[in-house]
Structure formats: structure tokens, C-alpha cells
């Protein structure tokens, strides 16, 4: 992790990425990024509107485009922390187009993608389904309730997917099931302190908790 300049932070939501990018660039003296939740399009997605996932999906990768290639102009001197990977895109585009709207989001993706670096580190959160709907439902937020447990849990088995087979970067894989860092200072120690010491391919970390 020492040699680290760039770290990307990711997973499904509510599984804390926006917290730790906060704390580990706080700890490691680096500029945090954090995505982009100023979608106009996310409210129509969440209710089912006809055309919204598309427009939801090319909002979200311009934008995650942009932060990024802006973000890497400073790289050569500045430590980055972002709470998401820009590949994470197109695993949502994937769940959430149909064949035809894919066709058109590749063709953007692979040109944006070619144009940015890669991280150093992925620091890859996951937790249970059941676990992300108590998060959710803690944090009330009221788009956020409609999503059904079916979404929820392909959201879970394709970011499972995704890293079972990801190679581009060394990852760390954090099981955050049974902690809570956001809230519980302890273990947000533990992880920082897993984080100070070198990754090398993928490797797990299971928290023990507070």
C-alpha cells in the first residue's frame, strides 16, 4: 500500500466506500474523489421510467469520465483516492441495459476507458445482500428504499463475478459483513491498519471487529 498513488475504493451500496475513501485519504495525505450522486436521471431510473437507465447510465459515465481525467493530470504528484473504479460502470450498464442500449454505451465506454490510467490498489467491499438492505434502510433515503431484493442481490453476484476475474490491478478484498467502520471507530482502525501493508495480486481480509 506504501507505494500506492492511486487507490480506487469498491462495491455495491451501502457497503461504506465513500467512508473509507474519506478516512484512508485523510490517513495517507491524498485527495479523495468521491462518485457523482447529482444524477437527474437516478429518480426516473428508480421508478421505472421508460429511457431512464440509459440516460442514467451515460450521465454517470461522462461524469466518472471527466472526474477522472481531470484527477489524472495531478497524479505524477498528487496521492488519489476515489470511492469508485471507472469499470464499475459497465458492470451496472450490463444490468441494467438492454442489448441495443449496450451496443451504443460500449462504444463510449472503451474510448473513455483507453484514455485513463489504472489504479494501483482496488480495495474491493463486499457484504450479504441482507446486510446492504439493513444499511440501506438505516440510512433512509427514500429512491433508495424502492430498490427490490432481487436487484439488490444481482447487484451483489455481478460484482462477484466482476472481481472473481478482475487481473488489471492488485486487489484487496474486505468482507465487511459482520462490521460496521462507518459507525464503529475500531474497525475502521483495523482496515487502515490492514491497508498500510503491502497488496500484492488479490489478497482477503476478514475483519475480526469490534
Known sequence: MSAAH???????????????????????????LFDTENNPHLEDFYNG????????QMHFLISRFQQLAGAAIEQSHT????DYLFEKDKLFAYLNLDDTEVAIYDAY????KNML??????????????VLRERIARKNIAAEAKISDRYLEETVRAYEHFFDRYKAADVLVVDT???DFVHKPKDLEELLAELSRPVRGTQY????GS
Do not use: M, N
Open 177 to 179: 459483513s459482520e462490521v
Open 79 to 82: 496521492r488519489i483516492v476515489a
Open 109 to 112: 465506454y472503451q474510448h473513455f
Open 117 to 130: 490510467p489504472t489504479p494501483d490498489l482496488v480495495v474491493y467491499l463486499k457484504a450479504a445482500p441482507q
Open 205 to 208: 481480509f476478514l475483519p475480526l
Open 6 to 32: 492511486y487507490v480506487a475504493i469498491e462495491g455495491p451500496l451501502r457497503v461504506g466506500k465513500s467512508s473509507l475513501a474519506r478516512a484512508l485519504a485523510d490517513r495517507i495525505h491524498a485527495r479523495p
Open 49 to 56: 421510467r421508460p429511457g431512464a437507465s440509459f440516460r442514467t
